[in-house]
């Protein structure tokens, strides 16, 4: 590409802009590596929930403490990627890591409050969860995670009738088909 | 009336640049210099021309031992980039 030499007229200037607008545009990566690795790390929590619940174990919760280990192998391969990839990074990738982000920060104050809200914590949970799948669906424009997030919602409202027992499960067969399907599918598209 | 168009603006890598910059948060110079088909010495001196202009910020850092440059599109450039439009619809239209 010359620099200044040619002179440009008009058209060609706005055939050029949208030719390198178009070029920047849709540069989304679909990185399926946080899809999967959350999806099984939050089916392992809730299926040893439910199971430390069964054998009346006095602390059920405490298999909640495998997200301390999640969120730092999260933050580590984040680090990783961005120095090895070049560093461009797209509106919608950023919007992107801000709402994993900020549903993360939900996830992880809500049981704190739960006397608050009559220990109905999965259901919120997978509720909000509902609303950053369908749009991260959207932003990667992949039809099976928008799909996935309405199979949030209905998990999300299904557990408000059940014991927290029951909504452990439901909470993981909604986790596998509503996060862990698409990421599948999302890794097989590479 | 024909507007005036910004002489920075008004040259095929520079315009080109700065159209791949407003669509992203930010870009590094081997992505500003694959997508723009150019070289590096030609893109070198039209990124601190923009750079000079305020139209762009740079961040030079390093990644291990290989030297890094991330270019980021500024308010000012937006607004360049905005009055430029215009002034070529100007063109258009006439």
Not at chain 1, 154 to 167: A, K, N, P, T, Y
Request: hydrophobic share 45%.
């Amino acid at each position: 590409m010359n620099n200044e030499t040619e002179k440009l007229s008009p058209q060609q200037s706005l055939d050029l802009i949208t030719a390198m607008i178009n070029q920047a545009k849709g540069n989304v990566r679909n990185n399926s590596f946080y899809y999967l690795f959350w999806g099984w790390v939050l089916i392992v929590a809730h299926l040893g929930s439910f199971i430390l619940n069964r054998i009346d174990f006095d602390y059920p919760f405490a298999v909640w403490l495998i997200v301390i280990p999640g969120w730092i192998v999260s933050f580590l391969y984040g680090s990783n990627q961005s120095k090895r990839e070049n560093r461009t990074t797209t509106h919608l990738e950023r919007v992107n890591i801000t709402l994993w982000i900020s549903f993360g920060s939900i996830a992880a104050v809500i049981p704190f409050f739960g006397g608050y809200i009559n220990y109905q914590i999965n259901p919120i949970i997978l509720l909000v969860g509902s609303m950053a799948t369908v749009t991260s669906g959207t932003i990667l424009k992949f039809l099976p995670l928008m799909a996935g997030g309405v199979v949030f919602f209905v998990g999300g409202l299904l557990c408000f009738f059940m014991s927290s027992e029951i909504q452990s499960l439901v909470s993981a067969v909604t986790i596998a088909i509503g996060y862990l399907v698409p990421g599948y599918l999302l890794k097989s598209q590479k | 009336m024909f507007k005036e168009l910004d002489p920075l603006l008004h040259s095929q890598l520079r315009l080109a640049i700065m159209s791949l910059l407003l669509g992203l948060d930010s870009a590094d110079f081997t992505f500003l210099k694959e997508k723009t088909n150019s070289t590096a010495g030609n893109i070198s001196v039209q990124l601190d021309k923009l750079s000079e202009a305020g139209y762009i910020s740079i961040e030079k850092s390093f990644n291990g031992k290989k030297p890094l440059t991330t270019c980021k599109i500024t308010k000012k450039g937006i607004k360049a980039f905005e009055d430029y439009v215009n002034s070529l619809k100007t063109y258009i239209k006439n």
